[in-house]
């Protein structure tokens, strides 16, 4: 057996009636398809019933898959503590997704759990579901803060667990869309919020699964997303499957954008591979990368494959040339990886003879020794996208008015606290969020007064 369908649905309280007490009335197109979602449950009768969700326990680096047997919860915390749950988990399959991850080194499993309650994000759907349908068990999984294509990944090896042992599997992605839709609403608007519940209803609505990897992490922050990761996670349980994909409704009238598609399986399509397909892409536009470098990121890429490699430092290549040889600056080396911040630790002043030097030390710092983040592992090496910033030298400000969030970088000091952040970085779009973040990066207090200093970098790629 394998996946005989997937939904994706919000998860709002309010629209259960004894939380809502009539609000929920306002969002009647939710909740009419939300019992079709049930009927079409009810009517496949599924052995399990796989909900993720993005209030379940999560962790930056691990996904948490519910253990033991079973679990029970209530939306007490919502005023409403007669609807409750206690739900049977099927612990054999989430034994065999555990099983599976770890054979291929995908940070997953049951360790971890800090609320062994059912969360509301699994309990919403549920409401809904056990209206109509009694049976059957669950799996609640969590998501994480490790990038889309690893989302997808988990997905896959729900589905291939599902395919082993013969399970009549339904899934459930639980996720409400944008929360900055309308100026009343509890989170207020942002441009970026109506954007986003447009592209991903497009989306969804044609089940074109591997556009949700061009969402931009900035954009979907931006839009105050909730349930983009649980819906990646649903793609790659449905991967090169071709699918009937239905969109039952979409509103926005609280402010919080409530989407609801169907998704039905009709058959394998190894067109709609979709992570084989963005690797492949990615590994070229890499590859292009790399071959279109500079010398500063040369030197970079270099120096930190060969410490990973070989485990020690290079020296200086005989090649380099007289610029990075006779000029001394402070460098940062940033890494990623899909998209996502993989290391980057720098220095404020040379603290070598040259740039070159600089750039090599910082290399391995910051691909083994940022706090932030594991050492680098030679099967990431393919997937690093490196730059390296060298630092103009730092010019006191009198304030903030002398900052441009685009051009300067800024460094705060507070006594021996100083911390210090790039110019032109996604998602920091205001000199206040600029100078705010490096105050907690330094460990410095948001209303405690600083010395500001701003400087430019020349970036090389």
């Known amino acids: 057996m394998s996946f005989q369908a ?36 009810a009517a496949i009768k599924p052995d399990t019933i796989i909900i993720s969700s993005p209030h379940a326990t999560m962790y930056g680096d691990y996904f948490h898959i519910s253990p033991g047997t079973s679990a029970k919860g209530s939306f007490s915390n919502f005023g409403a503590s007669r609807v409750s749950f206690n739900e049977k988990y099927d612990r054999q399959l989430v034994d065999k997704i555990e099983e599976l991850a770890t054979a291929t080194g995908l940070r997953a499993g ?13 309990m919403v759907p549920l409401y809904f579901i056990r209206q109509k349908y009694k049976e059957g068990s669950i799996i609640r999984v969590g998501l994480s803060g490790l990038p889309l294509t690893m989302h997808y ?44 519940d447009k592209r991903i209803m497009d989306v969804c609505s044609r089940g074109a699964f591997g556009e949700l990897f061009d969402f931009d992490e900035s954009f979907c922050d931006k839009a105050a997303e909730c349930g983009h990761r649980s819906f990646v996670i649903m793609a790659g349980a449905l991967d090169g499957i071709f699918v009937k994909a239905t969109e039952y409704s979409h509103e926005d ?35 292009k990368m790399r071959n279109d470098s500079d010398e500063y990121v040369r030197l970079a890429r270099k120096s930190l494959e060969n410490y990973i490699l070989e485990g020690s430092k290079i020296a200086i290549p005989d090649d380099t040339s007289e610029e990075l040889l006779s000029k001394r600056a402070g460098a940062f080396v940033s890494i990623h990886k899909h998209g996502q911040l993989r290391g980057c630790i720098g220095t404020i002043l040379p603290t070598t003879g040259c740039v070159a030097q600089e750039i090599i030390n910082n ?34 400000i009198s304030g903030p008015e002398e900052l441009d969030v685009k051009r300067y970088g800024v460094i705060v000091t507070k006594g021996y606290k100083r911390g210090l952040l790039l110019p032109d970085l996604d998602g920091v779009d205001t000199v206040e969020e ?22 430019e970098v020349i970036r090389h790629r």
Request: glycine share 8%; proline share 7%; hydrophobic share 35%.
């Open 6 to 41: 997937a939904f994706m649905v919000p998860h709002p309280p309010m629209i259960v009636p004894d939380v809502g007490r009539g609000s929920e009335k306002q969002v009647q197109k939710t909740i009419d398809s939300y019992m079709k979602v049930a009927e079409e449950i």
């Open 434 to 455: 600029q100078i705010a973040i490096a105050k907690r990066k330094a460990g410095i207090r948001p209303e405690e007064e600083v010395s500001l200093q701003r400087f």
């Open 110 to 122: 049951t360790m971890g759990e800090r609320e062994p309650q059912l969360d509301h994000g699994t």
């Open 363 to 396: 290399a391995i710092s910051a691909s083994t020794e940022d706090p932030r983040f594991e050492a680098i592992t030679p099967d990431e090496l393919e997937w690093l996208e490196i730059n390296v910033d060298v630092l103009g030298d730092p010019e006191s």
């Open 153 to 196: 990944k988990l997905g896959q090896l729900i589905a291939q667990a599902v395919n082993e042992l013969g399970r009549k599997a339904v899934y459930v992605a639980s996720g409400d869309l944008s929360h900055k839709l309308q100026d009343y609403g509890p989170y207020g608007f942002a441009p970026e919020g109506p954007e986003y």
């Open 253 to 287: 009238v609280t402010g919080v954008g409530y989407g609801i598609c169907s998704f039905y399986p009709e058959g394998e399509d190894d067109e709609r591979r979709f992570l084989d397909i963005r690797l492949n892409k990615r590994r070229k536009e890499l590859e």
